[in-house]
């Protein structure tokens, strides 16, 4: 092997350890399923691989990283015919903090188009202006769908409430 090559194992070495759960907590936030999830990771992964991007720094692989996942994602969901329903319990093991489970558990309540901006957000931590970058939206529809995301968890939790 060249060093170069050597060079990109190592590469992909960090990448995989540095944003795999990442990928996978988005993965997971649109599709609903560990499997499916652990197959869009895998995808997103061969992808940088395959095509090899250049990017502006490291804040810029990450975001394309999280689109490329949210896009491969959208795409296995509109092949796929729904799976069992997802058991909750096993959110545990995708890397979720003991702090940000009860939050994912509640983002994991709404419409797909919630879920990835919802996590990003609350989970992940990013900004508006962010997030609209990441996943090719406009910031005014990322904050949109924040409000609304939050207006639906408080009815789901008000309803909670009065069972």
Not at 57 to 65: I, P, V
Request: net charge negative; glycine share 4%.
């Amino acid at each position: 092997m060249t060093q170069k090559a050597n060079k990109s194992e190592e590469e992909i070495k960090e990448l995989v350890d540095k944003y795999s759960s990442l990928i996978f907590r988005i993965s997971y936030c649109i599709l609903c399923n560990p499997e499916d999830a652990e197959d869009a990771v895998q995808e997103t992964l061969l992808k940088y691989i395959t095509k090899a991007p250049e990017f502006n720094g490291e804040e810029h692989r990450k975001a394309w990283l999280i689109k490329v996942a949210a896009n491969i994602s959208k795409n296995m969901l509109m092949f796929r015919l729904k799976r069992e329903t997802v058991n909750l319990d096993d959110i545990e093991n995708i890397g979720i903090g003991e702090n940000d489970y009860e939050t994912f558990e509640l983002i994991m309540s709404l419409p797909a188009k919630h879920k990835v901006v919802m996590t990003l957000y609350y989970v992940e931590g990013y900004r508006s202006a962010e997030i609209a970058e990441i996943i090719g939206i406009s910031e005014d529809a990322v904050r949109k769908r924040i409000q609304k995301g939050r207006e639906l968890l408080k009815k789901e939790f008000e309803k909670e409430k009065l069972l």
